[in-house]
């Protein structure tokens, strides 16, 4: 039985009603030297029934729930194809994805990832036909990307390809991470090989209520913890001073997620942070002094603000 060039991994956990569209777009790729490995990852709705018209067109395994790296993991350890290629399985891809970046790593063997831009839908509707070029992102670039990486993410996990040797140095996703493992894995690609860059939509991004994160303190969290982490191995001082650049204005977004919560101890440790650090993002000394202050006295400044704020509008 020949081997296939390219393993598609795609993580799954409770999404039957998005699954089909997501293993559908593969098929229907230009490009057909490819195997499908599906992770169902203790999905508790009916995953297994939808997937299984599918019979030897993919290849489904099944994993007590363990998060989606685990599931990501699992796939990779299965795959076959020297070329791995990862979609989520709310998400699509367009017809010529994998046939475009296989003939990108063909041609640029020093290359060890690639990856493209995407299209931006929420709730079924195009919002971003081109989303790194419509948003603005300044720092997108290939080749020796680490010092664009670290001010600003911008590679999305359904975009990519990268070699499987690869995986053998920089190693697999972290499963101890609950956000960011992704970005973390693409820091560690980025800091041994050249990355490539396809500007072209090649992805179709789905945005919904079911994968809107819940937790906007892990979510604020996790880059802090990565960028930390980053900057404690990293002996490069340009490096060292960027990651400082991105903390700073980090523990301040984490620091006012706080006080607008009401955490003033927790507020006043990163609001501390961000001062301790360098130059300060206008506003930190006001909420660490203002987190002080007893929280009758919060409240009732939080109110006069919203009432002024109020006024503004209605004038």
Known sequence: ??????????PTYNYAHFICNAVDSVLAQTYQDYEIIVVDDGSRDNTGDVLAPYGDRIRCVRQENAGPSTARNKGIGLAQGELIAFLDADDCWLPDKLEKQVRFLDANPEFGMVFSDMSHCVDGDMVHAAYLRERGYRYVAQGSIY????????????????????LDLVGVFDVTMCNCEDVDLWFRMADRYQIGFLDEPLVIRNQHGANVTGNSEDYLKAPVLL??????????LERKSIIKERLKSMFYNLGYYYFS??????????MLKAMTIGKNPGGVLKYFALSLLPLFAIHRLKGERSLNTKKQGEA
């Open 227 to 236: 960028m930390e982490r980053l900057y404690a191995v990293n002996s490069d």
């Open 147 to 166: 010092n664009n990486l670290l001010r600003e993410g911008f590679i999305f996990t359904p975009t990519v390809m990268l070699r499987s040797k690869c």
């Open 1 to 10: 039985m020949r081997t296939p060039r390219v393993s598609v991994v795609i």
């Open 261 to 270: 919560i009401d955490r003033m101890p927790e507020c006043r440790k990163y």
